[in-house]
């Protein structure tokens, strides 16, 4: 993976926002009820370059990142969490998935997101329409992937995560998903929180959080004005005395490189490897989905795949 703009101009700012992409999870009401917060700012920023979005495909992939970043915590190991929309709309699908070292990549399936005016509001439920929003867990001890997929109710990334987990794990749930774009449209902060209940939360406990969180500020804005993620949920959530546990480092990654795309070409039919040795154009581009890093290939490297396929000619 190529970063095509590393956040910050100078090492110590690209430092100081490395610090600041965290996780951290928490407890609340006595262990009743989980939760995660995230300041995702350099992350969303980092994959906006790599992707070359503008402000309304920034919202729609960047609101995905932090969701799928949020829920990666429980992952250990070599374990990967995904999350995949497929819709009617002029969005028409993205697909993301986060590791668990909260690495996350993934992409749109359109770029640019058609519009016939200009958005009055950051609703973008009209973008989404009808369609499938579905989590698939790769668990590295399980023999299959744990797949659940509900209908859109929402066009609203946020929403329709929450109404997964009731629907498909019947777990009452929350997101509070943010970007915030200066006058010119710059990302300036980015964030994200996430509450679950546990199976001893009572249902007063629940009721009271979700209009807590319905009436939770920005976190875009929070953060774009340096706002620390453990003293707001202090703050916010005092009368349910927070518990902070670990927190982890969360980052814009893709570990493909140059030798994992030279595989995939190897596995092309060997008219279209030999068609493509004829004709061309050179060098041949290919790009990863996920982080947009293009990866050249001059007539040599293909008359080198080749002839590894049949090393006689």
């Given at each position: ?134 989590v698939t867990r790769h668990l590295q001890d399980a023999k299959q992937p744990f797949i659940g997929n509900v209908i859109l109710q929402y066009g609203n ?149 080749y002839g590894k396929r049949f090393p006689d000619n």
């Amino acid at each position: 993976m190529i970063k095509k703009k590393i956040y910050g101009n100078t090492l110590k700012e690209q430092l100081l926002a490395s610090s600041k992409d965290r996780l951290y999870n928490f407890f609340l009401a006595g262990g009743t009820v989980r939760g995660v917060i995230m300041n995702g700012t350099r992350m969303i920023n980092e994959m906006r370059a790599n992707h070359e979005l503008g402000i309304l495909e920034t919202l729609v992939l960047g609101r995905a990142y932090l969701g799928i970043g949020l829920i990666s915590t429980n992952l250990k190991d070599n374990d990967r969490i995904s999350l995949q929309i497929d819709c009617s709309g002029p969005i028409k699908g993205l697909f993301v998935e986060a590791n668990a070292f909260a690495e996350v990549r993934g992409f749109l399936k359109r770029v640019p997101i058609p519009i016939d005016k200009p958005m009055e509001n950051f609703d973008l439920s009209p973008f989404f329409g009808a369609g499938f929003l579905e989590v698939t867990r790769h668990l590295q001890d399980a023999k299959q992937p744990f797949i659940g997929n509900v209908i859109l109710q929402y066009g609203n990334i946020a929403k329709d995560l929450a109404n997964y987990y009731l629907t498909s794990e019947q777990i009452p749930t929350a997101f509070n998903l943010s970007i915030h774009f200066d006058r010119e449209g710059n990302v300036t902060g980015a964030g994200g929180l996430f509450l679950q209940a546990m199976p001893d939360a009572g249902d007063e406990i629940t009721a009271e959080l979700e209009n807590l969180i319905s009436e939770f500020p920005s976190l875009g804005a929070v953060f774009s004005k340096g706002g620390n993620p453990k003293e707001l949920i202090h703050e916010v959530f005092h009368k349910y005395i927070p518990k902070f546990l670990a927190s982890k480092r969360a980052e814009f990654m893709c570990h493909c490189n140059k030798d994992r795309v030279r595989s995939l070409l190897t596995l092309l039919p060997i008219k279209e490897i030999k068609d493509i040795l004829e004709k061309g154009p050179f060098p041949v581009e290919l790009q990863c989905h996920h982080c947009n890093t293009p990866y050249l290939f001059s007539k040599a490297d293909i008359q080198q795949i080749y002839g590894k396929r049949f090393p006689d000619n």
